[in-house]
């Protein structure tokens, strides 16, 4: 199985209520937040949303893939596809605990563990060495195959040889999650946005199980 992982944001507006925002209404704008996360992991192959977590706006997607994948319902990971927001030592070693391949492009500032290997200590460089052995790889796949200083294409190249690019069936997930939910949360409360949050999924996986 392989598992992509992406995050969307709902409103926490009625459309009245946004129109009135986006005008810049004084008198009507709204308080707090206007966005609350959802964040799921999906099936590639079924399109099934394995696991959820909805967060505030404020929380970074990486923070969220360890709880992710501790909710999946089955331990037979081959690959997990997600964007650049993942590029996390504690993503990766979640992914890596879990026997999984880590199909994650490095950032672009991204350094080869051994060019940090006089600030790090035996232990830590091993350790890093250790979780970040594939990001290390396309690192230097990425500066091997640079064209005029430039690694966009060899970051293409490498999207096509790793299967990243299944990580887009996630967006085609989350489109069919506001076409058939609305991109909207009407629940105030944090446990009933909870509640709300899986109903929709729960939508999604009812929809395409029927397809």
């Known amino acids: 199985m392989v598992i992509a992982v992406d995050s969307t944001g709902l409103s926490l507006l009625t459309s009245q209520s946004w129109n009135r925002h986006k005008h810049n209404r004084k008198s009507m704008k709204p308080t707090g937040q206007l966005w609350h996360k959802l964040h799921i992991a999906i099936d590639t192959q079924t399109g099934q949303i394995l696991s ?5 706006s404020s929380i970074t997607d990486g923070a969220v893939l360890p709880e992710l994948m501790d909710e999946l319902p089955t ?34 500032d991204a350094v080869h ?30 500066k ?16 096509k040889l790793t299967g990243y690019h299944e990580r887009s069936l996630v967006e085609t997930t989350m489109w069919q999650l506001k076409a058939h939910t609305t991109d909207q949360l009407r629940s105030k409360k944090p446990l009933n946005m909870a509640i709300e949050c899986r109903i929709k999924c729960k939508i999604v996986n009812l929809l395409n199980a029927v397809a």
């Open 113 to 142: 563990t051994d060019d940090l290997k006089h600030r790090l200590s035996p232990e830590k460089r091993e350790e890093r060495q250790d979780i970040f052995a594939e990001r290390d790889a396309a690192i230097a796949y990425f």
């Open 144 to 159: 091997a195959n640079m064209i005029n200083g430039s690694d966009k294409l060899a970051r293409q190249n490498w999207k």
């Open 75 to 108: 331990r037979n990971i081959q690959a997990v596809c997600a964007d650049k927001a993942y590029d996390r030592f504690d993503c990766r070693k979640r992914i890596k605990e879990e026997g999984a391949h880590q199909r994650i492009p490095p950032t672009r």
């Open 52 to 56: 959820c977590k909805d967060t505030t």
